[in-house]
């Protein structure tokens, strides 16, 4: 069975801060991990994911996530926030067939000016 | 191109009443499936069809819930009758294998209040 933790429901953080947020899995056999991100009234849209090779994987908008397999994490990280940022994110692992994803329950980030 | 769409938007309904789902996938995309997510938990796997047939089935919480996929391309999920826990958002996703893998895109999801 699979499972994915996502500690923060809730980051706030001020405009041009950095931000670090937080996902756990655990898995009894190899996964592909994702971040997803929602903004407000719109669909899931994909951030980023790490299916094979270098562990650390990079968005187009400055969001990157380091895969960890010794302590089973997936961290999201961006350097410095803007408002735009402001979104739901999710974390999410599936097996290699792809077909089934288990997501955590989502870290709401508010960029504050 | 136009992505994964749903319908209703919002749906407020009573208890035991019957309510329908529908999700227009992204054209040519052989898989469809349907999540679900109750008062901010995780959004939780229900089903995947792949074309008209049901893949997996695995997540559907009970038998009030039926799934459809005629002709492989549009979806319904109907509850019926609807119980106040069913109250959530339902997400539909859709997906295609490439060479880069079977990356799901989602839809804006549809949010049930059974009251």
């Known amino acids: 069975a699979q499972s994915v933790t996502q500690l923060d429901s809730q980051v706030p953080v001020f405009e041009e801060a950095p931000v670090e947020l937080r996902c756990n899995y655990s898995?009894?056999?190899?996964?592909?991990l994702f971040w997803y991100v929602q903004y407000p009234n719109q669909g899931l849209q994909l951030l980023l994911k790490?299916?094979?090779?270098?562990?650390l994987v990079e968005s187009i908008n400055g969001f990157e996530a380091e895969f960890n397999k010794s302590q089973t994490s997936f961290h999201l990280r961006k350097p410095s926030v803007h408002i735009s940022d402001t979104a739901e994110y999710f974390c999410?692992?599936?097996?290699?067939?792809?077909?089934?994803?288990?997501f955590g329950s989502g870290t709401k980030l508010n960029v504050k000016p | 191109e136009a992505g994964v769409t749903q319908f209703p938007s919002h749906s407020v309904i009573e208890k035991g009443q019957t309510v329908t789902l529908r999700c227009d996938p992204i054209s040519g995309h052989d898989n469809l499936y349907w999540y679900r997510r109750v008062m901010g938990k995780e959004i939780k796997f229900l089903l995947h069809?792949?074309?008209?047939?049901?893949?997996?089935e695995s997540g559907m919480p009970n038998n009030r819930f039926l799934a459809e996929r005629t002709g492989g391309t549009y979806s319904t999920l109907k509850v019926q009758p609807a119980e106040l826990e069913d109250s959530g958002v339902y997400f539909c996703?859709?997906?295609?294998?490439?060479?880069?893998?079977?990356?799901?895109?989602f839809g804006p999801g549809t949010r049930l209040t059974v009251l």
């Open positions: 898995s009894s056999v190899s996964v592909y």
């Open positions: 996703a859709s997906s295609q294998w490439t060479r880069e893998g079977n990356e799901q895109f």
């Open positions: 069809f792949v074309k008209e047939s049901k893949q997996d």
């Open positions: 999410a692992v599936s097996g290699y067939n792809f077909n089934k994803f288990y």
């Open positions: 790490y299916l094979s090779g270098s562990t």
